[in-house]
Every structure is written in structure tokens, then in C-alpha cells.
């Protein structure tokens, strides 16, 4: 087979290409020239993960959904109950939080990935209502309103504690990022992830060439509840809160907006949405306390009237433009 | 000897519209059948419930012997079933090598696999290229579906379905909205297709229907009217009467 046949340039476009580490780079370069804003930059880091466990369910397995705040709530909950009644030790907090962020998307997941288009799209909210009306309830548990006190969390691996300005958490957050990047990366060029498209973009067929379509969207949306469990977890671990405020109907949408605003589908619209987000956001708070939001929503509304796609969308014409002159 | 594809007495109903009815049929191993009927005859509905989109109201599916009725798609298809679509059902955003390889990877089994990329299984996609040299589509394996003139989309419905190695493969009319020119290319695909493959083709074309099948079923309001050889279908005069008299006039 010639090095430049349809089946060499497939195998090829699966593989890992260099301007893939870029993200990595910038993290890397960042935690040295930006080392005042190392806890943003955290925020950031758990901010990329939630995105990207929301692009593998939309933007690849095309599940419209508005309750990936559910799963980011119960990681970010479990998290925080295991510290306060088992022990503060982080890693394995993450994966309480994983665990039991994948029991919910399992349970739900296997009731309404039954339905499709706007009933789906309403049952995940309801999921996420049900879950934030019912943490607020148990006071007793979750801390309701006040959220959950008493988080405190241990040095990670028992040696690196977490520090005033941020440099622990950050690094923390950096490698469990690159770790579920890793992962999801492997998972979106597998025969599995491919399937994912294939439903995203013709499910009747799926169904015509023998795809157990139910079952692998099960699948990947437990998988990405446990990411979103994770992301969750993250952020209980390194602010040592939790507020009603993670299950929040305001969580689902801002994570859409961030990876709409990158690009759905492509694996670092996550990171391109979230950074551009969260440092527009600090920024335009600062300037302007009272609208911010308004700035934010103006940035939104001219990525969807002239970059669809997303801000990479807009890159991948640009490039296309530049190449055919 | 087992047929490859057989219904008994199946039904369908949307209330008090019968959509098929009674409709006992028989598709023998490497046959090359045709099923034609009128607009509106339930031919589509036909495939639907034999590849398990509808549901049947009565009766029985059987696909080489084992009664596949309440199955869904998915096991039909691992049992041997392949069907096209009367109008492209195709992975448009993706290439025509990626539409054909989801084919082969998921009849390999391999369509769950997590852990390896897709570009690690070569013999996969080789095996879908193959299929694409074979239809004579290899040119355009890098190409975007959506960037396909409309009768190589058919080219690609009808790879997709091989990709799957069916035992029985339904072609729901796959000349149709084909210019003359490259429906010639259809017609040479579907009669190299291997003989151990029961053909069922749905079509109107009747120059492609007596050229290609071996035995002709024709429906008519759900029911089948006459079923029989080609020469013995054209001259019945029930036949004519209802289609191609129908044709004829109209």
C-alpha cells in the first residue's frame, strides 16, 4: 500500500501529531510566567476536563444534553463527604468521585438515552434539578444552602501539600487533565469512538450495519459522567468547598457555552473554550463588575453568527483560506 | 432445504391501516429475487420489518432457519442480514473509507474496542478499500460522502452493506434518482455480487427487474399478489393489470 493511499492517510490521521502537545506547552510555560494566577489557572485546568467530558457525549456521540452539571455536582460532592467522613487523601477522592458520578450517569443514563431531541434534552435537566433540589435538602449530608464544611484535604502522594499560591493544585490539576486527556484521546480514535460519529452523524444506519446503538451511547455517557465526576472532585479537593452551586443549571450552560465557543467534536475546542472563557470572564469582571455577563454573551452571539464551529472552526477556515492562495 | 430468509403469515398495522398482510415469503440460499408492486404497495415496509425497524403486528421472520422476529436490528445483522436504503443513508461528514470501514469493524466484532486506535487495525481498513476497488469507487475512498455525485453515494450504500459479508442482502431500489449512465455501473455491481449471497431487490426499473431476478414477488396493498419465474410474472395478466399496465398508462 503507497504511503500516500486513502488507508495510509487514515491511519495516519489518527495518529498523535505534534502540534497535539501544544496545550501542554502552554500549561508548562504558563505555570512559570503566570505564577500570580496560578489558583485561574486551576480553574481553568478543571474547566478544560468538564468540557471535554461534555465533548465526548455531544460532541462526538451527538447527545444534546443540559445536565452535564449533575455528574460535575455529585464527583464534586462525593469528593467532598469522603474527606470529611473517610479521609483527605486526594487520589482516591477523585476516584470516589469519578465512581460515584458514573453510578448516576449509568442509572439516568440507561432511563432517558431511550429518548431523543428535546425530550432528552428536558429529562437531563430534570436530572440535574432533581440532583440540586435534593442536596439542598439533605442538610444533614450535604450542608443544603450553606454547602459542605469541614473539606480538608491531605498532601498529595503524602508529600506535596497544597500551598497558598496555587502551585500545587495547579500541577495537580495539570497532570490528572493530561492523564483523562490521554484517555479520551485514545478513546475518540478507537473503533468505539469512531462508532460515536458514525451515531452522531446517521444512527439509522448505525442500527442497519449491527451497532448496539443504546449500548455504546450508555457507555460513553457513563464514561463522561465519570470525567465530569472527576473535574468535579478537582475542584472540591482544591478550593476545600462545596456549594449547591456545582449542580447548578448555570454549570451545564456555562459548559456548553465554553465548548461551543472552542469547537464541539474536537477534542481542544475543550481547551480553546474554556481558556478563552474563563480569562475573558476574569478580565471583563474586572473591568466591568456589573455587565460582564453582556460582554460575554456579545463574544457568544458573534462566534455562532460568523465562526461556526467555534473559535478552532474559524482557524481550521482561515488555514484553508491561507493554503489555497 | 432451509431457506435463507422466509416469512410466515407477517403483519403489520397502524391501527386500522393494514400495511402488510399475511405475506408469506420465501427467499432460497444465493437467490436473485425481485419484489416489486405499485407506489404504496408496503415494499419498504416489507424490508423494515424484515430488518427489524418496525415491529410486525403477527407472524414469523426466519433468517436461515432461526426465527429472528422480535430480534433487533443489531443481532439480525450479525446473523447475516444487510440491507441498502431507497434514499442514501450515509455517514455524510466522514470519508467514504471511514463509512465502509465502520462496516467491516463492527462485522469483526472490533466496533466496541476502547483501547486501540483505528489506524492500528490496517487489515480493517484494507479490507474496506478492497470493497471500494471492487466497486470501483477506490478513487474517491479519501473523499467526503456529501462531496459524492448521487449515483457513487448508491456505490457507497451498497459497499457499506458487503462491508457487513450479509448472507442476505436487501437492495431497496438502488438504480433510483441514478442517472441512466452510472446506473449501468449499479447494474454490473449487483450481478458480480458472490453467488452464496440471497439477493432481494426492491425496484420499479422493470428492464433491471427481468434482467436480474431469478423469481419475481410482486406486492400489492400489503399482500402479495402472485409470486412466480420472470417469464411467468409477465404473463400474468393480474400483473400487468395492476403494474405494469399501471406503467403502461401512466
Known sequence: ?325 | MTAALQTVGLAKRFGALVVANNIDFRLEPGARHALIGPNGAGKTTFVNLITGRLMPSAGRILLNGSDVTVLPQAERVKRGLGRTFQINSLFKGLSVLENVSLAVTEHAGLGGRMFRRMGARRDMLERAFGLLERLGIADVAGLQVKHLPYGKQRLVEIAIALGLRPSVLLLDEPAAGVPSSESRIILEVIAQLPASVAVLIIEHDMDLVFRFAERITVLVQGAVLVAGTAAEIAADARVREVYLGEREHG
Request: proline share 3%.
Open chain 1, 1 to 325: 500500500m503507497a504511503a500516500d493511499s486513502p488507508v495510509a492517510q487514515l491511519i495516519r490521521a489518527h495518529r498523535l501529531r505534534p502540534t497535539e502537545l501544544l496545550p501542554w506547552l502552554a500549561a508548562v510555560v504558563a505555570y512559570f510566567v503566570f505564577a500570580s494566577y496560578l489558583p485561574l489557572g486551576s480553574q481553568i485546568l478543571i474547566m478544560i476536563l468538564f468540557a471535554l467530558s461534555l465533548d465526548l457525549v455531544l460532541g462526538y456521540a451527538g447527545i444534546v444534553t443540559l445536565g452535564q452539571a449533575a455528574f460535575f455536582g455529585v464527583g464534586a460532592y462525593a469528593a467532598g463527604i469522603y474527606s470529611v467522613h473517610v479521609t483527605g487523601e486526594p487520589i482516591s477522592g477523585l476516584l470516589v468521585g469519578a465512581a460515584a458520578a458514573a453510578v448516576v450517569g449509568l442509572v439516568s443514563g440507561a432511563i432517558i438515552l431511550r429518548t431523543s431531541g428535546l425530550t432528552l434534552l428536558m429529562l437531563t435537566l430534570a436530572v440535574t434539578s432533581l440532583l440540586e433540589a435534593a442536596a439542598n435538602d439533605a442538610t444533614s449530608i450535604t450542608g443544603g444552602n450553606d454547602g459542605l464544611q469541614g473539606v480538608a484535604i491531605n498532601p498529595i502522594l503524602g508529600r506535596f501539600d497544597f500551598d497558598l499560591y496555587g502551585r500545587t493544585a495547579y500541577l495537580y490539576c495539570l497532570s490528572i487533565l493530561f492523564l483523562a486527556w490521554l484517555f479520551v484521546r485514545g478513546l475518540v480514535h478507537s473503533p468505539f469512538g469512531q462508532t460515536l460519529v458514525g451515531i452522531r452523524e446517521n444512527v439509522v444506519r448505525m442500527h442497519s450495519i449491527g451497532v448496539p446503538v443504546r449500548r455504546r451511547l450508555l457507555t460513553s455517557y457513563t464514561i463522561s459522567a465519570a470525567l465530569a465526576g472527576i473535574a468535579g472532585a478537582l475542584l472540591t479537593q482544591t478550593t476545600q468547598f462545596v456549594g449547591l452551586t456545582v449542580l447548578s443549571f448555570e454549570r451545564s450552560g456555562e459548559i456548553l457555552i465554553m465548548l461551543v465557543l472552542g469547537g464541539t467534536g474536537r477534542l481542544y475546542g475543550a481547551f480553546v473554550g474554556a481558556t478563552v472563557y474563563m480569562i475573558a470572564q476574569d478580565q471583563l469582571a474586572e473591568a466591568d463588575p456589573v455587565f460582564w455577563d453582556f460582554w460575554i454573551g456579545l463574544l457568544l452571539v458573534l462566534i455562532v453568527l460568523f465562526a461556526r464551529g467555534g473559535i478552532l472552526g474559524l482557524g481550521d477556515r482561515l488555514v484553508l483560506r491561507f493554503r489555497r492562495r
